[in-house]
């Protein structure tokens, strides 16, 4: 039961990491006027960061 929970909530974690990131990234995208290659992979990699940054936030705020 334990090990179900986790993984249910380890799921819900990696959700929602998932869609900060897809928004943070095409927040990106919409707000450059011209992508290139280097453009789009330091959004990628800016969206990662404030996706990890958001969902640990949140989390933090829950344990309040």
């Known amino acids: ?3 179900t929970r986790r993984r249910g909530g380890l799921l819900r974690a990696a959700a ?5 990131w897809a928004a943070l990234v095409a ?9 290139d290659e280097w453009e789009l ?3 990628i ?3 990662l960061a ?4 958001a969902t640990a936030a ?3 705020a829950a344990l309040e």
């Open 16 to 20: 929602e990491l998932l869609c900060w």
């Open 41 to 43: 992979a330091v959004g």
């Open 58 to 60: 949140r989390r933090a």
């Open 50 to 53: 404030g996706a990890s940054a």
């Open 27 to 35: 927040l990106w995208i919409v707000l450059i006027s011209d992508v």
């Open 45 to 47: 990699g800016c969206g």
């Open 1 to 3: 039961m334990g090990s």
